[in-house]
């Protein structure tokens, strides 16, 4: 097992622009979820991704939108950025999602 | 909708002093329980589970019982270490194809020397 793996670790965004987040899972590792962690809260439900196809979303608008790739890889796309979404955005991935997801250590994402 | 309500913090205590952070939950169906920590600077790590009623999940001296009847989930540890010093997030999936992570706000624990 190699764990998941996000990059960047730090990103700095102006207002307005896109951003693109990446996310390496652990072979397997069919489900991948994405999560935004604003400072001092409990991380929020984006979206999920099962061998490819979203079945689940958050309470977040259609800028933020996601990908899976067939080799375990995800990526987080955020068009029109705004300030609010500054925060610790996490992937996690898990076989059986009843038993948990194993977390990145997070790209830490500023907008000024 | 699910929830997961954790006590307010912050919980500074003394090394092996005794430790309690009290989870509750709300869920629609019968989710499976955690116990996520977060070190500073990292992304979450899995402490301990429950899949059912009156399981207990344990690891590194930390333990939780899954109490149905009192929709509880609460974390303890015996004697705490420095070395434990963290955000702890107790958190809820249902279970069904979106098995998304329903997280408490979390509680920051600072153990002293």
């Known amino acids: ?112 | 909708g699910d929830s997961v309500t954790q006590m307010e913090g912050p919980v500074t205590l003394s090394e092996e002093a005794f430790l309690t952070i009290n989870c509750t939950y709300t869920a629609t169906g019968y989710p499976s329980l955690f116990w996520y920590v977060q070190y500073p600077g990292e992304g979450l790590q899995l402490l301990l589970k429950a899949t059912k009623a009156d399981d207990k999940g344990s690891n590194k001296g930390f333990e939780a019982t899954y109490r149905k009847e009192t929709t509880s989930f609460h974390l303890e540890k015996g004697s705490v270490q420095v070395s434990d010093s963290a955000v702890y997030f107790c958190a809820l999936s249902e279970p069904g194809a979106n098995s998304k992570l329903t997280f408490g706000k979390g509680i920051t624990l600072s153990v002293r020397p």
Not at chain 1, 53 to 75: A, D, H
Not at chain 1, 101 to 111: A, E, H, Q
């Open chain 1, 1 to 112: 097992e190699t764990g998941v793996t996000q990059s960047p670790t730090h990103l700095i965004k102006t207002r307005g622009q896109q951003v693109t987040l990446r996310c390496s899972s652990q072979s397997g590792h069919n489900t991948v979820s994405w999560y935004q962690q604003a400072l001092g809260q409990g991380p929020q439900f984006i979206f999920q991704y099962y061998r490819e196809e979203e079945n689940g979303r958050g309470n977040f608008p259609p800028r933020f939108s996601g990908l899976q790739f067939p080799n375990y890889s995800s990526e987080l796309n955020v068009n029109a950025l705004e300030l609010d979404d500054s925060a610790l955005y996490l992937c996690a991935s898990s076989m059986d999602s009843l038993w948990g997801y194993t977390f990145g250590s997070g790209t830490r994402l500023t907008v000024v």
